[in-house]
């Protein structure tokens, strides 16, 4: 009976004879050297940003996930909820996070041993004058079968497979936090087309009653000049001021539908889906501020301040990667099977063969391919960990825009107030100068046509509240929250 034993390579005398070559190997590395690398790019701290100036408030929160139902209103809920269901742009943020996690699915195999098996049955005639002697070659076309198992494994002992994995855990963790900043943008652009929609109507409110105002105007000047009362200029002004006003009614008209239509676009429907947006209800109860250590909790609260640091660490880990490849590769083969002629011999114990053994690949010239490879991994690294401080410094202009924009809107408001308290006033006072034939009914009308245009400023200004809010909520992160391990990993040196 045949005895099988083990392939000589897994003997200890063969592990001796092994290891020479492999020694030798190690040796040889120094063929391959690293080149000199530039000064490593740093991902600067966020303390050594100036903002002591920002003005922080005690009582400000962090914006929650769903930032957008504070506002009271059931329509926006709708309409984010739709977009983020809806919208091309969330399907692209989904397929590259699938994208992302394949591609660590690879990375992370390079890891593990690989087995596959394989199968051949054909038809062969071998030489007569090649390899045995005529008479020891089989005659003519014979069948041939050959089945194997097949082993290899790549030892990693300089950790290239492992760099590579660590990559690409990073790209999908930066990926992910990708995809929350798409929602973010996304329910932050549907909310703030939302706010332009509620300013609108808000002025349209103003205008139409200046419209009004101006029609009965026009209506009493030109009985009046009927009745020999007023001048003809006096009759074409008021009707071109009527002319100018309607004007900028049809304006804020056409503003209307073109916000609606653009909502529609962000939610990822034709223009139709715009004409069933009704008037916003916005119930804005509070002004939010900043919170207090803004700058330091903006980083873990910033998703694409966290994608900018993890695509960092994934450039840095590449780096690594293409570092170990100017070592040694060393992978282990196997394989083993049954070959015979005439498949009825294909499982005989004769039949059996195999073979066993490491293979080395040693990168002793390679023409500058892997100093290239390296150097332009370092250059990625460098571009990364600057895009990583641009995000940083545009994260805290947009802060700082944000809560100086809301400062400034309350002393806005305040200032609006009071232009249209001292327009009323001097509305009633021309009134009464006009009561007691000291004035022109045109000086009455200029002063209502003040009053009116104050009221509306303070439309205005009062209606930003809504879209500032949003610009805040925004500029502070939608409510992402970095995981904890991730910001740990963050807060060390990369």
Not at 43 to 69: C, D, F, H, M
Not at 333 to 349: R, V
């Amino acid at each position: 009976m045949e005895q099988d034993a083990l392939p000589s390579f897994f003997t200890r005398s063969a592990s001796r004879r092994t290891l020479i070559p492999l020694v030798a190997a190690l040796w040889l590395v120094g063929c391959a050297q690293l080149p000199d690398a530039p000064p490593k790019a740093e991902l600067k701290a966020v303390e050594i940003y100036g903002a002591s100036t920002l003005p922080l408030n005690a009582q400000a929160v962090w914006p929650t996930q769903q930032w957008w139902r504070s506002y009271g209103d059931s329509q926006l809920n709708t309409l984010i909820d739709e977009a983020l269901a809806n919208s091309p742009d969330m399907t692209i943020a989904a397929a590259r996070l699938r994208s992302a996690e394949a591609r660590g699915q690879q990375a992370q195999s390079a890891l593990l041993p690989q087995l596959s098996a394989s199968a051949t049955a054909s038809q062969q005639r071998q030489s007569y004058n090649y390899l045995l002697p005529r008479e020891m070659s089989p005659i003519g076309w014979k069948e041939y079968g050959q089945t194997t198992l097949d082993l290899s494994w790549d030892l990693d002992f300089w950790g290239k497979n492992r760099a590579s994995l660590a990559a690409a855990t990073s790209v999908i963790e930066a990926t992910r936090a990708e995809q929350y900043q798409a929602q973010l943008e996304l329910s932050a652009a549907v909310a703030m087309a939302y706010a332009n929609l509620a300013q609108y109507y808000a002025e349209r409110d103003s205008v139409a009653e200046v419209v009004e105002a101006r029609r009965k105007t026009a209506e009493l000047f030109d009985k009046r000049y009927h009745n020999g009362m007023e001048t003809r200029s006096a009759l074409h002004i008021a009707q071109s001021r009527l002319a100018a006003a309607q004007g900028e009614l049809q304006v804020l008209d056409e503003r209307i539908q073109l916000t609606r239509y653009q909502l529609a676009e962000l939610l990822g429907a034709g223009p139709d889906r715009g004409l069933a947006i009704k008037r916003p209800q916005i119930n804005l109860h509070n002004v939010r501020g900043l919170p207090q250590q803004l700058p330091l909790n903006l980083l873990g609260r910033r998703p694409d301040i966290a994608a900018a640091r993890l695509m960092a660490q994934a450039q840095d880990s590449q780096v690594s990667a293409h570092k170990a490849a100017f070592y040694p590769n060393i992978n282990l083969s196997a394989f083993i099977g049954f070959q015979a002629l005439g498949l009825d011999n294909l499982i005989e114990s004769g039949s059996k063969f195999g073979n066993a053994g490491p293979a080395i690949w040693l990168p002793i010239f390679s023409g500058g391919r892997l100093r290239g490879e390296l150097r332009g991994a370092m250059a990625e690294y460098d571009i990364a960990a600057a895009r990583y401080n641009a995000t940083v410094t545009h994260a805290l202009q947009e802060v700082a825009s944000a809560g100086l924009s809301q400062k400034a809107l309350t002393a806005q408001i305040a200032s609006a107030q009071t232009a249209a308290t001292e327009a009323s006033e001097a509305w009633r006072v021309v009134s009464k100068r006009y009561e007691g034939g000291l004035a022109t009914y045109i000086d009455v009308l200029y002063a209502q046509d003040s009053v009116l245009e104050c009221q509306r400023r303070l439309a205005v200004v009062q209606s930003r509240a809504f879209s500032v809010d949003v610009a805040l909520q925004r500029a502070l992160g939608g409510g992402y929250q970095q995981p904890q391990d991730e910001e740990a990993k963050g807060s060390d040196d990369v």
